[in-house]
T-cell receptor, first 110, second 119 residues
């Protein structure tokens, strides 16, 4: 069964501090992993995907198959990063179906 | 493009009443998804359609829930009868499988959601 676990419901940091939002997954095949973000009063939107290997708004995420993790990192948090972050998985069958974690709310204080 | 459109944005109803949520996907998109968001369970996929045909409804919680997509530009999610535990935010999303490459994930575009409260 496909499962995505985000152990932290809330992560609170100060501006300029490093951020790591944890995501672990359970899947027997080769998944694609994603981070979606929902800023206040905005729609849920794709932040990044592991196959792109890109940095978006200073965020990066590396897929670690050994640890089945896909943690989202940013070296210096900004107040505008405050949002709800969802880790999601797409399996190698039924590609269009996403399984989401329960989400982590990031709060960056000045 | 206004993106995915959902209506109503807020719905308050009493237990036992029928509730109908509506969604208009982005024009040209061939996949449509219905999700439910709660504090405890996060985002759960309820059902998704491809070219108006339901593909996977395994996430639909029970027979009280039903979804239809009569054409490419409209879908409904109906709850009958509604119960307090159905209170949640319901999202609709759509995507386009570019070039027919089904064996690759394509970004989903979400609507603003409908906040449902069942008293």
């Amino acid at each position: 069964a496909q499962r995505v676990t985000q152990p932290e419901k809330l992560l609170s940091v100060f501006k300029g501090a490093p951020v790591e939002l944890k995501c672990n997954y359970s899947y027997s095949g080769s998944p694609e992993l994603f981070w979606y973000v929902q800023y206040s009063r905005q729609r849920l939107q794709l932040l990044l995907r592991h196959i792109s290997r890109e940095s978006i708004k200073g965020f990066t995420a590396d897929l670690n198959k050994g640890e089945t993790s896909f943690h989202l990192k940013k070296p210096f948090a900004q107040e505008e990063d405050s949002a709800m972050y969802y880790c999601a998985l797409s399996g190698d069958t039924g590609f269009q179906k996403l399984v989401f974690g329960t989400g982590t709310r990031l709060l960056v204080s000045p | 493009d206004a993106g995915v459109i959902q209506s109503p944005r807020h719905e308050v109803t009493e237990m036992g009443q029928e509730v109908t949520l509506r969604c208009k996907p982005i024009s040209g998109h061939d996949y449509l998804f219905w999700y439910r968001q709660t504090m405890m369970r996060g985002l759960e996929l309820l059902i998704y359609f491809n070219n108006n045909v339901p593909i996977d409804d395994s996430g639909m919680p029970e027979d009280r829930f039903s979804a239809k997509m009569p054409n490419a530009s409209f879908s409904t999610l109906k709850i009958q009868p509604s119960e307090p535990r159905d209170s949640a935010v319901y999202f609709c999303a759509s995507s386009l499988v570019a070039g027919g490459r089904v064996r690759s994930y394509n970004e989903q575009f979400f609507g603003p959601g409908t906040r449902l409260t069942v008293l």
